[in-house]
């Protein structure tokens, strides 16, 4: 019931959103942040199950849905990325291959990736004779409830409502001269303890489109109470 509730308020402040003027383009950031559950063995002793990682990706509020199915959004070029894992920073400023695709209750069941690909200028620290190859987020939900719909997520994700929550990151052996004893390519994966709108490191907004939504939900649930539309279930003994 309170994921139903959850959604239902979210489709409004989105819909308040869309009437609230004319659409800006925004560049919207999630931060997002956990522990490494599985390594290419190609990449140990660099990185290990257990270490911990964080990190961000930004996409274009305006971007347009390049799926035409109304159950699926395709939102490209692909969103800017960083991560630092295990003390090692990386980051990509997006606008390459990639994309974010958004599955809204699509085969009873909603999913968020989020996936990009380094740009050729863009330097990357090299790891145990590997180079970042590609940064990915999933968020999958069984049940089909987490998302409104199958438009990019402005107002807030919530782990709880994802059954999956998971950052991903490739790489690409770059020392051509070892193609013979190591493996061409490579991968870490982590599970997310947290994903949000604000940095937990600096305590800020990442948007200026979050005060608004912020101060719209407050606003939709004042008019609620007044309307009895909203009631806060009272608990029962």
């Known amino acids: 019931m309170e994921k139903i509730i959850m959604k239902s308020l979210r ?36 990185f290990l199950v257990g270490n911990a990682f ?4 930004t996409f274009d509020s305006s971007a347009p849905d390049l799926n035409s199915d109304p159950m699926r959004g395709a939102y490209a070029p692909g969103p800017a990325f960083s991560a630092t894992v295990n003390g090692v920073h990386y980051t990509t400023t997006g606008g390459g291959v990639g994309s974010v695709s958004i599955d809204n209750n699509f085969g009873g069941t909603d999913l968020l990736s989020a996936g990009s690909v380094p740009l050729p200028a863009e330097m990357q620290p090299e790891t145990g004779g590997y180079l970042p190859d590609s940064f990915g987020l999933v968020l999958y939900d069984s049940s089909g409830t987490a998302l409104i719909n199958d438009t990019l997520p402005l107002g807030g994700l919530h782990l709880d409502d994802f059954n999956v929550a998971r950052f991903e990151m490739g790489f690409v052996l770059s020392r051509f001269a070892e193609r013979s004893v190591r493996p061409d390519f490579a991968s870490i994966n982590g599970e997310l303890s947290y994903i949000s709108l604000t940095d937990p490191s600096n305590n800020l907004v990442s948007e200026p489109g979050s005060a608004l939504l912020l101060a719209m939900g407050i606003a939709a649930l004042a008019a609620g109470r007044r309307n009895g539309t909203y009631r806060v279930p009272s608990s029962s003994n």
């Open 54 to 57: 964080n990190g961000s990706f």
């Open 11 to 46: 489709s409004l402040l989105l819909t308040l959103a869309m009437m609230s003027g004319p659409v800006h383009a925004v560049p919207v950031t999630y931060y997002f942040g956990g522990i490494l559950n599985y390594v290419n063995t190609a990449l140990a002793p660099h």
